[in-house]
């Protein structure tokens, strides 16, 4: 089939792999509960096939715990910073285990939560976390409104079946098993006393289990030695730590235009479909090109085309890439590694279609599963 760009698409025999891999390993060995994260990838029509491999689904609010309850009756774990009275309701509905950022939350609604027979827990700032201090993703910087701290932890008295079940905590983005157990020993040293109350600790994403240099084994090794001490159930939500690899974004280049370098303008916007491109600090490496966007002198690279959206927004660019020919209009340009944490954040600004998605197996090829158009423009304004 002639591809519509842009367009994201999902590889469902390598993601597969990795659920059969990697993740059903690290399931089977510990014993633990691994929840797909919606935040980071949502696209309905995926669901049913991720969650054949997995435990549930963790929520971050009212709409994504009715989207998780919609497809599994197996857990849903749903966190938020802040609740109101009409969506706890139907959180602690939808949901096994509601976790609260504050005591002041969780003395306001605990009560609606055990009501539908959720179980409750806390969200913990630990102070420790090993991404940069000045970082947008570091839960753990100075102010911020994430958790509790160990100096605001309410009396262990309060912990314990039918009380606070369950600690929550989410300090990693994007790292392996060496950051996991720096992480896992900071825990024990500092809640030992909590944990030997609590039935689960929650230890979020931010995992790259299918990684290739992600080494699996030490990771069971430190979750079985955690649940040898405490009898818990240890709760893991990635997003990226699943569909790493998997995604691929495609664009088209429609016009070459000259200021200083060549500029290839893309039928994508990197502001619209990729947008921790532009805001954060990700980067997604492009098929038979090399990134070379913090490099000084790009004059010595061959075929160097900073590659920019066709939005009106000046800062619109995905990067500077060296390609192995030069680029002609109506190339095809294809960045890896982008299902997590795009998809969720597209946008329509400019009036710029979202991206079509696709999938690609080796039986079928690649199968287009939406296609944007006006009509999906207008429901959305």
């Known amino acids: 089939m002639a591809l519509l760009t842009p367009c994201q698409i999902i590889d469902l025999d390598f993601l597969k792999e990795r659920l059969e891999g990697p993740i059903r390993q690290l399931r089977k060995e510990t014993g633990c509960h691994m929840l797909l994260s919606l935040k980071g990838f949502s696209t309905k029509f995926f669901l049913p096939f991720l969650e054949k491999y997995l435990d549930g689904f963790s929520a971050s609010g009212m709409f994504e715990a009715r989207l998780g309850r919609e497809l599994t009756d197996k857990v849903i774990s749903t966190f938020s910073p802040a609740y109101q009275l009409e969506s706890i309701k139907e959180i602690s509905f939808k949901s096994n285990m509601v976790v609260f950022n504050s005591m002041n ?52 008295s309060m912990f314990g079946h039918n009380q606070i079940e369950g600690l929550h905590l989410h300090t990693m983005c994007a790292q392996y098993d060496d950051t996991f157990e720096r992480t896992l020993t900071n825990l024990i040293d500092k809640y030992s006393s909590y944990l030997n109350k609590i039935l689960w600790l929650n230890m979020g994403g931010g995992q790259l289990y299918s990684a290739k240099n992600y080494d699996i084994e030490r990771t069971i090794k430190n979750i079985n030695y955690l649940r040898s001490i405490y009898n818990i159930n240890v709760i893991l939500e990635p997003s990226e730590g699943i569909l790493t690899e998997a995604g691929y974004y495609v664009s088209t ?29 990700w980067r997604h490496n492009v098929i038979n090109a090399e990134d070379i966007t913090e490099k000084e002198n790009k004059k010595q690279y061959p075929n160097v085309y900073r590659l920019a959206g066709c939005s009106c927004y000046s800062g619109d660019i995905f990067g500077d890439y060296s390609f192995k020919k030069p680029l002609k209009i109506g190339d095809i340009v294809i960045f890896c590694d982008t299902a997590s944490y795009s998809m969720v954040k597209t946008t329509m600004f400019n009036g710029i279609p979202m991206a079509n998605v696709a999938y690609y197996t080796k039986e079928s090829g690649v199968q287009l599963v939406s296609e944007y158009n006006y009509d999906c423009f207008i429901k959305n304004l």
């Open 105 to 156: 939350q969780f003395s306001q609604y605990n009560t609606f939560a055990k009501k539908n027979h959720c179980s409750c827990g806390i969200r913990i700032n630990p102070q420790y976390s090993e991404l940069p201090l000045n970082q947008a993703t570091n839960p753990c910087a100075d102010y911020s409104r994430l958790g509790i701290t160990m100096e605001q932890m309410p009396p262990l």
């Open 253 to 281: 280049v429609i016009d070459i235009v000259q200021n200083g370098m060549k500029i290839a303008i893309l039928d994508g916007s990197a502001v619209c479909h990729i947008p921790d491109m532009v805001y954060g600090t």
